[in-house]
């Protein structure tokens, strides 16, 4: 099997690659089909996917049975101050990639967000609920997935929330490091969503790849839903980091960009078919930092 990875330097990228080139994570062996395959790891300096010529010439010289794109424009804020750029990698990417992938007989495994949602709700959104993103991301976003679908007949759309893996900036790295530096963190309270782990992300796509499954599944971790308080106060205590963590709202946290108040996911169609791998969000999170910590010598 030649499968392609795009965006590959960027937390989900990084785990993917990892879990195809051992052949195992810490959640399991993946799939037969799936072992010994030939990777290509590519981010933008290998293939930019906003290329469609480029992108057309890495298909006709690799043949790629399986693409993972994980490339994207994820700066929530960034999207909203360049719109332009925002569609071009979030939208136009992955119409080229779903294109090219019609053309060669592949097999497109798309990332997406809880932000394709308005992120009013009071229950977890499931695959079959309305979209109506509030800000540029969750917009773009939603175009990128509608060309996927429309474009590319074997496709999957796999929409994620609150990711957090060992390589980039995310929120758990921004706590700990916060926390180290100011002694006292405030975090907003009434914002509520999934944390997620890369590692459970990963596998699940890998495993997913490897079904016939087409469509749309919300892959995030398990358990009760929580706001980035409690999601904060984790890491917190499980660092054995002895800090202060205090509530905020968001209206005392403003950003540029609209950030929505519950858009947390339910996995239903991962339950209806190949079965739902993600860990309780707790779990995987202590399991991450175990090992972030020690790798990094803060344990
Ligand atoms: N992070 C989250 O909390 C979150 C939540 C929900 C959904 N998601 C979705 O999950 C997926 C993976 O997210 P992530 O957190 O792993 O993202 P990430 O760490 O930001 O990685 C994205 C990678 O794509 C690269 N890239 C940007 N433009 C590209 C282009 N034109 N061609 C090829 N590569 C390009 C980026 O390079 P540069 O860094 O140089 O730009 C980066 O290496 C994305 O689809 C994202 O929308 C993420």
Not at 10 to 37: A, M
Not at 232 to 241: D, N, Y
Not at 280 to 299: H, T
Request: aromatic share 10%; net charge negative.
């Amino acid at each position: 099997m030649k499968i392609l990875i795009t965006g590959s330097n960027g937390q989900l990228g990084t785990e993917l690659y990892k879990i195809l080139r051992e052949g195992i994570s810490e959640l399991g062996k993946i799939p037969e089909s799936l072992q010994d395959s030939i990777v290509f790891a590519t981010d933008v300096d290998e293939l930019d996917i906003t290329d469609i010529k480029a992108v057309e010439k890495f298909f006709s010289k690799n043949k790629p049975d399986i693409v993972f794109n994980c490339a994207a424009m994820t700066n929530v804020d960034g999207c909203e101050r360049d719109e332009e750029i925002a569609y071009r990698i979030n939208a136009e990417g992955p119409k080229n990639l779903a294109t090219i992938s019609q053309c060669y007989g592949a097999r497109l495994i798309h990332i997406s967000t809880d932000y394709v949602f308005f992120g009013d709700g009071t229950i977890p959104y499931n695959e079959s609920d309305t979209t109506n993103p509030n800000t540029v991301y969750g917009r773009s976003k939603l175009a990128g997935e509608q060309f996927v679908l429309n474009l590319c007949a074997n496709s999957c759309v796999c929409r994620t929330a609150w990711l957090y893996g060992y390589v980039g900036n995310n929120f758990v790295k921004t706590m700990l490091r916060l926390a180290r530096e100011k002694g006292t963190l405030t975090v907003v309270n009434d914002q509520v969503g999934n944390p997620t782990s890369a590692v459970d992300l990963a596998y699940q796509l890998v495993l997913l790849a490897a079904s016939q499954e087409m469509g749309i599944f919300h892959c995030t971790c398990n358990g009760e839903p929580v706001s980035w308080y409690t999601f904060a106060k984790r890491v917190v205590e499980k660092a054995k980091l002895d800090v202060s963590v205090n509530a905020c709202t968001t209206e005392q946290f403003p950003r540029p960009a609209k950030r929505p108040a519950f858009s947390a996911l339910d996995n239903r169609n991962l339950r209806e078919t190949i079965g739902d791998n993600m860990r309780k969000w707790e779990e995987a999170l202590d399991s991450f930092l175990e090992s972030y910590l020690e790798r990094e010598g803060m344990s």
